[in-house]
C-alpha cells in the first residue's frame, strides 16, 4: 500500500459465474482488451470449465458448469450470472488457515502443492462469496493462471485489479469477520490490501456485486454481468 505497511495481503484473482461460457468471455475481453486465456483442466474435478485471463500480475476468471448438482450450478439458479469467488493471496496462510479453523468456519477444498497452497472458505459461514486464501512460491508465479506462471512470473495484459464490492446483509460485521480471517484491521466496511487494492462491503443481497480494474485509456463504461459488474477505474 503507498505510503503504509505492508499488510502482508492482496486480491490475486477475482471469478465470475456464466452458463455459457463463450458468449461471455468474448463479452469481457471485447471490453477489457484481454489477451487470450487459460483453460484450466483441473477445474473439471469441480465439474466446470473455465477461462482465465492475466491482467498484469493479476487474474480475472469465469468458471461454467459443465453437469449438473455443483455449487456453480446452484449459484446460477438462484442468482444467475455474477460474481462468484475470490482469491486472496496471504504471506502467511498457516496464520489464515488456523484462524478460519478457530472461527470454525469449514474448508470446503484444500491443496498443498510444492508452488502453491490454498484453502477454500464456505461461505455460508464467512459470508459473502467464496473466498480462497492462497500462497504461491515464488510470490510472483500463479499455478491457477497456466503452465507459464508455474514457479515464475508470467506476463498478462496491461492493467490490475484495483478492487472488488460485495453485498451483504451486515457489512460491518462481515468486513470484520474476514479481516480476522486475513489478519487485517476492518476500516468500517472496507478491508485495505496490498497495491492500493481494496475489498468493500455494502448491504444489499448478498454476492461479490462488483470488480474494479485499472486499464490503459482509464474509465470507461461499466459492463454489466448478471448480477455483478466489472468497472473500469
Do not use: K
Amino acid at each position: 500500500m503507498s505510503g503504509s505497511q505492508s499488510t502482508g495481503v492482496r486480491l490475486r484473482q477475482a471469478v465470475l459465474v456464466a452458463r455459457d461460457l463463450e458468449p461471455a468471455f468474448e463479452r469481457l475481453r471485447d471490453a477489457l482488451g484481454l489477451g487470450e486465456p487459460f483453460r484450466d483442466p483441473g477445474v473439471g474435478l469441480f465439474g466446470l470449465q473455465n477461462v482465465v485471463c492475466a491482467l498484469g500480475e493479476d487474474f480475472l476468471e469465469i468458471v461454467s458448469p459443465t453437469q449438473e448438482g455443483t455449487p456453480a450450478g446452484r449459484h446460477l439458479e438462484r442468482r444467475g450470472n455474477g460474481g462468484y469467488m475470490l482469491i486472496f493471496q496471504l504471506d502467511d496462510l498457516a496464520g489464515a488457515r488456523e484462524r478460519a479453523q478457530r472461527l470454525g468456519l469449514r474448508t470446503v477444498w484444500s491443496i498443498d502443492l510444492d508452488d502453491i497452497s490454498a484453502s477454500h472458505l464456505h461461505p455460508a459461514d464467512l459470508g459473502g462469496t467464496i473466498v480462497s486464501i492462497d500462497r504461491p512460491l515464488p510470490p510472483e508465479s500463479w499455478r491457477w493462471g497456466g503452465p507459464d506462471w508455474i514457479g515464475r512470473a508470467g506476463e498478462g495484459a496491461p492493467g490490475r485489479l484495483a478492487g472488488v464490492t460485495v453485498r451483504v446483509p451486515d457489512p460491518e460485521a462481515i468486513a470484520a469477520g474476514w479481516a480476522e480471517v486475513l489478519g487485517l484491521e476492518p476500516d468500517g466496511t472496507m478491508l485495505r490490501l496490498d497495491r492500493d487494492q481494496y475489498v468493500t462491503f455494502e448491504q444489499g443481497d448478498e454476492g461479490l456485486a462488483e470488480i474494479a480494474v485499472e486499464m490503459p485509456g482509464g474509465p470507461a463504461a461499466p459492463l454489466a454481468f448478471g448480477t455483478a459488474r466489472v468497472v473500469r477505474v
